[in-house]
């Protein structure tokens, strides 16, 4: 047999003789064990499915790179924002509720994970295409996760469980009334904004402290879809985000977006009328204008699906000198959640694959553990403190101290009189024209079929709470009695949560 060009090796370089059939203890006799390519090739594809993520499951990547064009160095000492700076930056999109088989055109919330590999280390901006989330208490996440993901007993999706859970948390109002806007189907992830969401810290040489939110905007202006355009995307394509996106960087037409900061003093902080670190509620520019700061271009696509953007890690943990944290306890929970998803889902050392390696210099005192492929340091110390002069902790990029005050307890924001979960909902209706107002409506109603009535009150009186004709409108669509949507207006959120979850009652 002619020798062929590229030769069929096994998993350890030997060449593999046959490729297709199996050895056999005669021609119609049974397998016999000693096929060990046979073996290996089965056990192999039964071990190729990883976990997916547990939310965010469907996504897809690209390449590009960051330029800083403004000066903030007033602000942050963050090598990535010195002016000209150029970084390389790896991007994944997603849904939320979706597994990896879904479709991309679905009414949900979009992900946006960024990864900056800076000359001081990675840092990963893990947000969303809309500025605030549903919910600001880490311990109602796993639980949003479930209300919104499949349920337990049908293992279907439960409109009946999503709007039960939403209602029950009014803080949830405003995120929603954005998701059952005309953004809550973005067109593709090039027409769509990006937002960090939370509230971060920038700190500058002197180490002053300031607190900062980041948006992006994209060049290519904003693109939606009604309910049934989705549903004929849907029919035809279920990738149809991915593929716009692949075949636009294919095609050299790179999509763009400019940076901006919001940029809030510690000062300012303290004498906020609401929370500023509540990711529920927006700053609003006019009190804390967008200021630009760079351009992210996206201009290459992965060359291997599995390898680069399944494997892809992101972590809020991940930040550079410059860039902090904020008191932000929905923030303070995802420090822990994504590398404990990612040891889980990729093993201990996920940061060695090369997607999510940074693209400086690693020294760190970590060893061993499943998959270690980079040498594991030699006979380089693996302690510290060591004589051998290698690798010190390095105290000037410590951050500013944080002044913290209150004692410890499980405050609920709800009892806090200045915290209103339905005016910046309300306002934000109020901004938007007839039409935009009519869909948000009519795409609730849509989406709220089935769900039972004592849920829509709930949400009718929010809407209400919110503001006047968003309430009647709502009551009017789901076909409510307005009276009672008043009535029920009067109560407190607890009481208006326990009357309308009172089996007793008829709706
Ligand atoms: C306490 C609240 C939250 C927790 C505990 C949490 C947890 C997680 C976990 C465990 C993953 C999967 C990570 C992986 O397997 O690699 C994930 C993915 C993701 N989360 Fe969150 N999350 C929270 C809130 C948020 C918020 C507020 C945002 C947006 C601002 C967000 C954006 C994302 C994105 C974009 C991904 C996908 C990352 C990727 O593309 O790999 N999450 N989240």
Redesign the pocket.
């Known amino acids: 047999m002619e020798q062929n060009k590229h030769p069929l090796t096994n998993e350890v370089g030997a060449p593999v003789p046959d490729n297709e059939n199996s050895i056999t203890a005669g021609p119609r006799g049974p397998v016999v064990i000693q096929d060990v390519w046979l073996l290996e090739k089965m056990a192999h594809f039964n071990r190729e499915v990883i ?6 499951a469907k ?1 897809w ?1 690209a390449y590009g790179e960051f330029i800083c064009t403004k000066d903030i160095s007033k602000y942050t000492r963050a090598k990535v924002f010195e002016k000209g700076k150029k970084t390389d930056v790896f991007v ?3 849904t ?1 509720a979706g597994e990896r088989g879904a479709a991309d055109a679905e009414r949900d ?5 960024l990864k900056f590999y800076t000359e001081e280390g990675n840092w990963d901006l ?3 295409n ?1 500025p605030v ?1 549903f ?1 600001r ?2 311990h ?3 639980d949003l996760n479930r209300a919104v993901k499949r349920d337990p007993g049908t293992g279907l999706r439960s409109a009946q469980n999503n709007w039960d859970f939403w209602t029950l948390l009014p803080e949830c109002f405003h995120q929603i009334t954005i998701t059952m806007s005309d953004r809550g189907i973005p067109k593709d992830f090039r027409h769509m904004d990006m ?4 509230t971060f810290s920038f700190y500058n040489k002197e180490n002053k402290r300031v607190w900062v939110k980041f948006h992006l905007k994209s060049e290519q202006g904003i693109a939606c879809l009604s309910d049934q355009e989705a549903a004929q995307v849907i029919a035809k394509d279920r990738e149809s985000h991915g593929r716009d996106l692949h075949d636009a960087i294919e095609k050299g037409n790179y999509p763009k977006w400019k940076m901006y900061v919001q940029i809030m003093t510690e000062e300012q902080a303290k004498k906020m009328p609401y929370n500023p670190f509540d ?1 529920t509620k927006v700053w609003y520019h006019k009190d804390f204008p967008l200021i630009e700061v760079g351009e992210l271009v996206l201009n290459r696509n992965p060359q291997n699906y599995f390898a680069e ?1 399944e494997q ?5 943990a991940h930040v550079v000198p410059g860039i902090g944290f904020s008191p932000d306890k ?5 420090l ?3 590398g ?3 040891r ?3 093993g201990v050392n996920y940061n060695q694959i090369p997607v999510n390696k940074a693209h400086c210099e690693v020294n760190e005192y970590h060893r061993d553990g499943f998959m270690r492929v980079d040498g594991n340091y030699g006979g380089t110390p693996a302690y510290t403190p060591n004589s051998a002069g290698v690798w010190a902790a390095q105290p000037d990029v410590m951050e500013p101290p944080l002044d913290l005050q209150g004692a410890m307890y499980r405050y609920d924001p709800k009892d806090d009189p200045t915290d209103n979960c339905f005016e910046q909902g309300g306002k934000l209706y109020r901004l938007l024209d007839r039409k935009h107002r009519d869909l948000i409506i009519e795409n609730t109603k849509n989406n709220m079929e089935g769900v039972s009535s004592n849920i829509k009150y709930r949400h009718a009186v929010h809407c209400l709470k919110a503001d006047e004709e968003y309430g009647k409108k709502m009551a009017e669509a789901l076909k409510l009695d307005f009276l009672k949507v008043q009535e029920l207006a009067k109560l407190s959120n607890n009481e208006l949560n326990k009357i309308t979850s009172d089996p007793t009652q008829v709706w």
Not at 51 to 56: A, K, L
Not at 195 to 198: A, K, V
Not at 330 to 334: C, D, N, S, T
């Open positions: 976990p997916e993520r547990r939310m965010h996504g990547g994944r999109f997603s939320v919330i979009r992900g946006c994970a893990v947000g969303n809309t989330f919910i208490d880490v109602n996440f796993s937002f960090g969401e939370h990711i953007v892809a890690a992101f972590t809020p929905f923030l303070q929970g995802r822990f959640a994504y404990d998803a990612q889980y889902r990729l």
